[in-house]
T-cell receptor, first 114, second 111 residues
Framework: DARVTQTPRDKVTEMGQEVTMRCQPI?????VFWYRQTMMQGLELLAYFRNRAPLDDSGMPKDRFSAEMPDATLATLKIQPSEPRDSAVYFCASHSGFAGQPQHFGDGTRLSIL | KNEVEQSPQNLTAQEGEFITINCSYS?????LHWLQQHPGGGIVSLFMLSSGKKKHGRLIATINIQEKHSSLHITASHPRDSAVYICAVRTKEGSQGNLIFGKGTKLSVKP
């Protein structure tokens, strides 16, 4: 079964460190989403790309977060510098681009900033 | 006020019971999703619907566009159905536009 792959699965680091999360979308999917899930806010959209171009990153704190798609098989989400309030589970999802198809989610990266 | 509201927030049921989870939304949508998140954290898309009703096994999802309301039903519930069920709506901006999520309903089915 094709699936979205996220790495790392878990990340614990100290405040101020740079964090990079990676996502490999399903081959052939042209839309990639980054979501954040916290106990307080639930799931929130951070950014999404179509055909590697950023379409909406309004949910992302611009001063410390950046999202890129260096190529069609890799999406990255970086936090620099990280803060304890960034602790959350970050999900990547990809979509085929065809109407009526669901988004496919990765297993998430559980991030803890100490 | 949240744009997507789910009820109940928590639900405990006995095995075999019929379960209903509700979702109301206040924005214009092109589709509504029901997602399942297991205790391990993985998220699976159960249904995507824009009208009427869909059925998959013991799961049934309905949507009333005029009333901006959707329900997820589980018949003959089983402990393995224990999970968080999340309603999400896709706004009308673009064909794969933003998903706005409800806070989820945590379901526990007791044997």
């Amino acid at each position: 079964d094709a699936r979205v792959t996220q790495t790392p699965r878990d990340k614990v680091t100290e405040m101020g460190q740079e964090v990079t999360m990676r996502c490999q979308p399903i081959l052939g999917h042209n839309t990639v989403f980054w979501y954040r899930q916290t106990m307080m806010q639930g799931l929130e959209l951070l950014a999404y790309f179509r055909n590697r171009a950023p379409l909406d990153d309004s949910g992302m704190p611009k001063d410390r977060f950046s999202a890129e798609m260096p190529d069609a098989t890799l999406a990255t989400l970086k936090i620099q510098p990280s803060e304890p309030r960034d602790s959350a589970v970050y999900f990547c999802a990809s979509h085929s681009g065809f109407a009526g198809q669901p988004q496919h989610f990765g297993d998430g990266t559980r991030l803890s900033i100490l | 006020k949240n744009e997507v509201e789910q009820s109940p927030q928590n639900l405990t049921a006995q095995e075999g019971e019929f379960i209903t989870i509700n979702c109301s939304y206040s924005v214009g949508i092109s589709a509504l999703h029901w997602l399942q998140q297991h205790p391990g954290g993985g998220i699976v898309s159960l249904f995507m619907l824009s009208s009427g009703k869909k059925k998959h096994g013991r799961l049934i999802a309905t949507i009333n566009i005029q009333e901006k309301h959707s329900s997820l039903h589980i018949t003959a519930s089983h402990p393995r159905d224990s999970a968080v069920y999340i309603c999400a709506v896709r706004t009308k901006e673009g064909s794969q536009g933003n998903l706005i999520f409800g806070k989820g309903t945590k379901l526990s089915v007791k044997p």
